[in-house]
């Protein structure tokens, strides 16, 4: 037998062995067990304490449940496995579900081409409209409790469970969709490992739903977001003013120059690679400045550019930026439309094309800044081996050891921003970066306060900064 | 198994070595595979697009609308707002208009923006400054006595407290690092480098994972391939020879003209000189 199946063979041993002693220690019983048991057990003690409320700083259609868990869960007669969570709907729900479904079935109709003769579209507005007439009177149908309308089952949680979240859909159109202000009733049943033995709970309600405006989880973020942005305006005027900045020399950036001069002299391409981010990431923005830099160098010493993209949008950016940095060089002529070009958006795909991009066209200088995934040793490896001068920049944590063994230099995390402003020298570049030193020392001096208020008891210091949504 | 799936699978053996082949050099193996899975994928994603993202997302929505009337008599009319936006993206082709692009990809970036800025402050500085306050150094030496190896004793709490410390140090740009400043900074860079480390190390873990995934597949095709043991079929057998002997055949002759290539341009070079 090969060995693998012995390991099996050890693996299932040690289950059952495991399920044996699961039972002797008095875990409640799965449902495996159930006609050997069934008869012997007693129902379990309801759930109490059973409070149901509205969730808050949220967007509405969600209702939270709180209880006390039964006297025999993991206690008392240990029954309890599980308990269902349910909610009473009035009947009419059943009518709205059959519209949905046929709604779906016209719209299938209409995108798969079918020729029934009829009017789809009106039959859909017919459709649409009597929902909305059943969902005008649903409001109604459950202020109306308990008549028309039955118990339905919500969701199954294990035993130990103390709170649930009814979340619902905000889509009127979608299966679970929870009505705001609407009148709504919830228990919760005990469940043993005999499914017709358990136990109700009371009724909780009416309770209704509704969104916030405002998150008061968030007033922390808020606070930090209002004093860092003050930090910044701050900075940025007394950069207009002329106030020098200091910056430090960021090893990586003073080696962009050297590399693009490097590829004039062998007559060889730079290939900008930007990653799989999209340009609403921080490290997009960032390369994009460096791009320019790059362009613009490129554009003075005539030698060429390749950026192979990702990401359509990325695409259209990068292409704008070069197009800029090859007019701001005086040498809008001798821009390519093609040197920035889209490839695919799957990430291997993107790989495969631009290794070979590598030892095709055998750049001197592969540039490699934004975010990265998976795929950044893949592209560092072949451009080593390419023998081509590599620098790199990412925010991605997990990514960057790749690129500190295989490049020749990396910008660290925070290096890549910085690296726009060195380069950039832009007041409002430069402001942000000193804005951001003084928040890293801010940071510093709160760790050491929160450290020192932690060992002193004194919890409402750091309950302060603590955002938990 | 059916002969089609064996054929299937073969392909993927082979795209699987072709890929491996990389290893050695670039060759017209790798670029076939890579111009295969470059192109099945840029296909495959429009596809993606248009039934996860534009039918679900917006001719749906608007399904009961006339064109007629551009849409406005649906019952989800905003939908269009969306749609002329992504519209707007196409006056790229123009040389005159191109700059009308430039809205929509402003509204996106400025949404995105919004949308970014309190979830990283929520993430990497509110939720990491809690951490980092929070930090408890009750079990300085480890649970159960002298543990240096426990991950949460009080001793592991501060080298992570100093860690995170020396590492903010270190991302100072705007004071060089010299003088005591500069050896916390070099504390931080050696704090981030044995972050490194340990992170290589686990990726390198998952990527060997892969790595035997794919040469398991290799092994299941052997299998059924020669002895059909998986699946009793003895047909499969000549036709795993076949193939085979026609992969070894197209290698053999391509190493064969890379030699034959090699040693040419050595002589003309020599010939030259």
């Known amino acids: ?469 | 198994m059916d002969f089609t799936t064996f054929l299937w699978m073969t392909f993927g053996v082979f795209v699987t070595l072709a890929t491996f082949s990389f290893l050695y050099k670039d060759n017209p193996f790798y670029k076939f595979a890579e111009h295969l899975v470059v192109g099945v994928s840029a296909g495959y994603f429009v596809i993606i697009l248009w039934h996860n993202g534009l039918v679900p997302n917006l001719f749906q929505k608007l399904a009961d609308g006339d064109w007629y009337y551009l849409w406005l008599n649906s019952s989800e009319p905003w939908y269009i707002v969306p749609a002329i936006l992504g519209m707007l993206m196409w006056t790229r082709f123009s040389r005159e208009y191109a700059w009308v692009s430039r809205w929509p990809m402003a509204m996106y970036i400025g949404i995105s923006t919004g949308i970014a800025i309190p979830l990283t402050m929520s993430t990497y500085i509110n939720k990491q400054l809690y951490a980092t306050m929070t930090l408890s150094f009750d079990n300085f030496w480890g649970h159960g006595g002298f543990n240096l190896l426990d991950p949460y004793s009080g001793l592991s709490n501060l080298i992570i407290f100093v860690g995170v410390i020396s590492a903010l140090i270190y991302f100072f740009f705007s004071k060089a690092h010299e003088g005591w400043f500069g050896r916390v900074a070099d504390l931080g860079i050696w704090t981030l480098m044995i972050g490194f480390g340990a992170s290589f190390g686990y990726t390198v873990m998952a990527r060997i994972s892969l790595f035997v995934n794919r040469i398991q597949d290799v092994d299941d095709w052997g299998k059924v391939a020669w002895n059909s043991t998986v699946e009793p079929n003895p047909n499969y057998s000549n036709w795993f020879l076949v193939v085979f002997w026609g992969m070894v055949l197209i290698i053999v002759v391509y190493i064969i003209k890379e030699i034959v290539q090699h040693f040419s341009s050595k002589s003309k070079a020599q010939t030259q000189a």
């Open chain 1, 1 to 469: 037998m090969a060995l693998y199946k012995w390991f099996f063979v050890l693996g299932f041993i040690f289950c059952l062995c495991g399920m044996a002693t699961a039972q002797e220690s008095g875990v409640p019983p799965d449902s495996a067990n159930i006609d050997t048991i069934s008869q012997s057990i007693p129902p379990p003690a309801p759930v109490t304490d059973l409070q149901a409320f509205d969730t808050r700083n949220d967007h509405g259609h969600s209702i939270t449940l709180k209880w006390k868990k039964s006297a025999d869960d993991g206690a008392g007669n240990n029954s309890v496995i599980g308990y269902e969570i349910y909610t009473w709907e009035p009947n009419m729900v059943d009518s709205m579900a059959q519209l949905r479904s046929e709604i779906d079935q016209v719209r299938a109709a209409i995108y798969g081409g079918k020729k029934t003769g009829e009017d789809l579209k009106k039959k859909i507005r017919t459709l649409k409209d009597q929902y909305d007439i059943l969902l005008e009177q649903l409001t109604v149908a459950h202020a109306g409790y308990p008549e028309g309308g039955e118990w339905r089952l919500v969701d199954k949680v294990p035993a130990g469970t103390e709170t649930y979240v009814h979340l619902g859909s905000k889509e009127k159109l979608a299966e679970g969709y929870i009505p705001d202000y609407t009148d709504l009733y919830y228990r919760v049943d005990a469940l043993t490992a005999d499914s017709v033995v358990k136990t109700p709970s009371v009724v909780v309600g009416p309770v209704q739903c509704y969104g916030q405006w405002f998150n008061t989880e968030q007033v922390p973020v808020l606070i930090t977001v209002i004093l860092f942005g003050v930090l910044i305006l701050y900075f940025v005027m007394l950069a207009r003013k002329g106030k020098e900045i200091y910056v430090r020399p960021i090893g990586g950036i003073e080696a962009v120059d050297d590399a693009i001069g490097r590829a004039t002299e062998m007559g060889k391409p730079i290939l900008y690679v930007l990653g799989l981010g999209s340009v609403s990431d921080v490290a997009t923005i960032a390369a994009f400045t460096i791009l320019q830099r790059v362009a613009k160098k490129v554009a003075e010493y005539q030698t060429d550019l390749i950026v192979p993209t990702y990401d359509p949008i990325v695409m259209s950016v990068a292409q704008d930026v070069v197009k800029s940095a090859y007019y701001d060089a005086g040498r809008a002529d001798t821009y390519k439309e093609d040197s920035v070009f889209f490839v695919t958006q799957s990430q291997f795909a993107y790989v495969a094309a631009v290794n070979g991009i590598m030892l095709r066209d055998l750049p001197a200088t592969n540039v490699y800044m934004g975010k990265f995934y998976a795929e950044s040793l893949l592209l560092a490896e072949t451009g080593a081996l390419a023998g081509s001068i590599q620098i790199s920049g990412t925010d991605e944590i997990a990514q960057m050891p790749f690129f500190i063994v295989a490049c020749d230099y990396t910008l660290i995390g925070e290096e890549l921003y910085a690296a726009s402003a060195y380069l950039g020298r832009e007041p409002i570049l430069l402001g942000s970066l000193k804005a951001q030193d003084y928040a890293k020392a801010a940071i510093i001096i709160l760790s050491i306060l929160g450290i020192i208020a932690t060992v002193l008891g004194f919890t409402w210091f750091t309950e302060f900064f603590h955002v938990t949504s």
